[in-house]
């Protein structure tokens, strides 16, 4: 295949990917046991299959796009500035960026899930210092939620990084049979 064949044929899979996450973004939904703007959804699993075919940079592509395209139709609670998309985009490039380079390195089942268990405890981790020092005071800042002290980081230990905990391991269950089903017509692309 022709170079700008490929890459034109990466660019328009890419971009159906982001449109199919974008999709699962807004199909969002709480979970009883979380503050209800903890919202559950199921869009890094196109990313990650980008990534796992064309790698990690096409996986941070449609978590981009996927939440351009968040921000443009759905708006953000800040007003001008999307801290929620910001947030999104930054989990789940770490989420998809983890598990494709893991699995890359490690080949077949066993580096997928391996590469979804390091990114989800990454993932997780990282988001709660992140949401402590920088996601919930650009919130307070912006919209004047004022969570401070004990409050804040007992809603980041006990709500927030179970949370993302929670978020990582379903993608994970969900995206393994996914995978098995790609994994014949992968075998030519990133991951075997």
Known sequence: ????????TT???????????????????????FPAFLQIDFSEIPA????????????????FLKNILHFLFQGS??????????????AGSIFVVITSTIANKMKGIKGLITGLAVATLTMSVILAFANYYIILPAYSYLINWTVEGAEKLNLVLYAIAPF??????????????????????LRHRVIV
């Open 1 to 8: 295949m022709q170079q700008s064949t490929k890459r034109l």
């Open 11 to 33: 660019i328009v899979f890419v971009s159906l990917l982001s449109a199919m996450s974008f999709i699962l973004q807004i199909l969002d939904f709480p979970l009883p046991v």
């Open 48 to 63: 990650l299959v980008a990534a796992l075919i064309y790698g990690p940079l096409a996986g941070i592509g449609v978590e």
């Open 77 to 90: 609670d800040t007003g001008a500035i999307p801290v929620g998309q910001i947030a999104n985009f930054f």
């Open 164 to 185: 993302n905990m929670l978020k990582g391991i379903l993608v994970a269950i969900l995206f393994v049979p996914i995978y098995l089903m790609l994994k014949p017509h």
